[in-house]
């Protein structure tokens, strides 16, 4: 595949924030963690940030002990495990421009910090999740989490080249991680980064719906 065949470019989308919106599920699962740490929880607006990067990175701030933090995790999973899996809304628009996007002939995969068993679970579940080829998520263990690292893997499975692809995300990880492979990339604008923050970690264009995906693409 041509590096500057746009037509048959493969778009690495995130999951959180892009394709689904899964504050309530997170929250509530950091909060869980929280307090069965006995730490107390922070507001729901300061939760809302912990939503993109890998949970160990968010836990660590609060609980400094590398010890706690892989505690915290397991109660975290627990809960998302029985509960918070499920609690997420399909942002609307989404799925349309998703087959869209498959029907133009572009291959499709979605590259998450969300661990990759919790991930694979949630786009098996979505009414579009078979159009993606692959799910590419953190490892259990956190050793692959950060989105460099990620996409870096993305890659190697698919056996692609950056040129060949677009990363699509909310935050600024997704912008950076692209950014760090010399990829072109697209945050969006309906997720819980919001605009100053893509356009400070660089973003090469921003999307105001899912609509905006194909045509920026194509352009």
Not at 174 to 198: S, T
Not at 202 to 208: D, E, V
Request: charged content about 20%; some cysteine; hydrophobic content about 40%.
């Amino acid at each position: 595949m041509p590096g500057d065949d746009r037509a048959q470019a493969t778009l690495f989308f995130d999951m959180d924030g892009t394709l689904i919106d899964s504050a309530v599920g997170i929250t509530r699962c950091v909060a869980h963690a929280l307090t069965q740490m006995s730490v107390p929880v922070p507001p729901q607006a300061q939760l809302r940030r912990w939503i993109g990067p890998s949970l160990r990175t968010s836990f660590t701030p609060l609980l400094h002990d590398p010890l706690l933090v892989e505690r915290a995790v397991e109660h975290y999973r627990v809960r998302f495990e029985s509960h918070g899996w499920a609690e997420h809304e399909i942002y609307p628009g989404i799925a349309e421009v998703i087959e869209n996007l498959h029907a133009a002939g572009h291959q499709l995969a979605v590259v998450t910090a969300k661990n990759e068993p919790h991930a694979r679970k949630i786009v098996e579940h979505l009414p579009f999740g078979h159009l993606f080829d692959d799910v590419i998520g953190a490892t259990v263990d956190g050793r692959i989490s950060d989105k460099p690292d990620l996409i870096n893997e993305a890659l190697r499975r698919l056996d692609l080249a950056p040129e060949q692809c677009w990363m699509i995300g909310d935050r600024h990880m997704d912008i950076e991680g692209a950014r760090h492979h010399g990829m072109r990339n697209i945050g969006v604008l309906w997720g819980f980064g919001g605009e100053a923050e893509l356009r400070a970690s660089g973003a090469g264009h921003l999307a105001r719906s899912p609509a905006d995906i194909p045509t920026l693409i194509a352009g």
